[in-house]
């Protein structure tokens, strides 16, 4: 996959990235909602496995900076034309904005490319930045999903009747 907007370029993982994943995938801040820090090691067998093998991960590159700043999350769930958005970035680059322009380009790209019905997001209700992002896209709670987490969604109608 290769996505441009005006800021990032969301693209395959590649080996040069490990780096850059590592600065974030080993920052306490970064991981508080997710799992414990990854040593370098972790972080590269992640990325191999997740992000270059299996493909359910995509480094999201800064344009102009040519430096992975994070990663989205954008796989399969549990229907045939549904698809798991999520996202993980650098602390650095927090609180620019960076995981709504990287999420309305996957919903371009999922809605209109993929032909998807639904996207869905989850995370832990006490990561308040994470689901305000969520809510700024237009998703909505979903009670009907049997998961751990709490799940939103948006349909393929909700967002073309949404105006960003």
Do not use: C
């Amino acid at each position: 996959m290769r996505i441009e907007t005006k800021r990032l370029i969301i693209r395959d993982f590649r080996k040069d990235d490990f780096n850059d994943a590592f600065e974030y995938l080993s920052d306490t801040s970064v991981m508080k909602y997710l799992e414990p820090t990854f040593t370098f090691s972790q972080t590269k067998k992640f990325i191999l496995k997740y992000g270059i093998d299996e493909k359910v991960i995509f480094a999201v590159e800064e344009k102009y900076l040519g430096k992975v700043i994070g990663h989205i999350i954008f796989h399969k769930f549990n229907k045939p034309l549904e698809y798991e958005l999520g996202w993980v970035f650098n602390l650095k680059y927090h609180r620019k904005g960076y995981a709504k322009e990287a999420s309305l380009a996957l919903f371009e790209y999922g809605f209109n490319k993929l032909n998807l019905e639904s996207i869905i997001a989850e995370t832990v209700s006490n990561n308040k930045k994470s689901i305000a992002t969520i809510l700024s896209l237009g998703m909505k709670i979903n009670d009907s999903y049997k998961e751990n987490l709490p799940i939103w969604i948006i349909t393929k109608n909700d967002y073309k009747n949404l105006k960003y």
